[in-house]
């Protein structure tokens, strides 16, 4: 089973930024794409951003060039790097493992973690 541990959530104004990590461990397979989704009360699940193994990334529609999905092999951590900030992405976000690399694959989830809290008020 693969562990993943994410932090770097916080209360930001509109525009600031924020930098999340996502540290991963236990059963780890290079073949997995992972990534970030993200869950508002009341909404349906949005997957953010995913990367693959050779780095190749995909990003939600919302996200309109504002955040950076990277990763750290060596560290086998995750990052997103989320610029430009607005309230409407005030969210629980998740680092998740998925088989799928692309499309909806935030609706086909290996595992995930428990998730960190983004809050922008403006």
């Known amino acids: 089973q693969l562990q993943l541990v994410e932090s770097g959530g916080g209360s930001v104004q509109t525009g600031g930024s924020l930098r999340l990590s996502c540290a991963a461990s236990?059963?780890?397979?290079?073949?997995?794409?992972r990534g970030w989704f993200r869950q508002a009360p009341g909404k349906e699940r949005e997957g953010v951003a995913i990367?693959?193994?050779?780095?190749?990334?995909s990003y939600g529609d919302f996200v309109e060039g504002r955040f950076t999905i990277s990763q750290d092999s060596a560290k086998n951590t995750l990052y997103l790097q989320m610029n430009n900030l607005k309230p409407e992405d005030t969210a629980m976000y998740y680092c998740?493992?998925?088989?799928?690399?692309?499309?909806?694959?935030?609706?086909?989830?290996?595992?995930w973690g428990q998730g960190t809290q983004v809050t922008v008020s403006s």
């Open positions: 990367i693959d193994a050779d780095g190749g990334t």
């Open positions: 236990g059963n780890i397979y290079t073949t997995y794409c």
């Open positions: 998740a493992a998925s088989r799928r690399c692309g499309g909806n694959w935030y609706m086909d989830i290996i595992d």
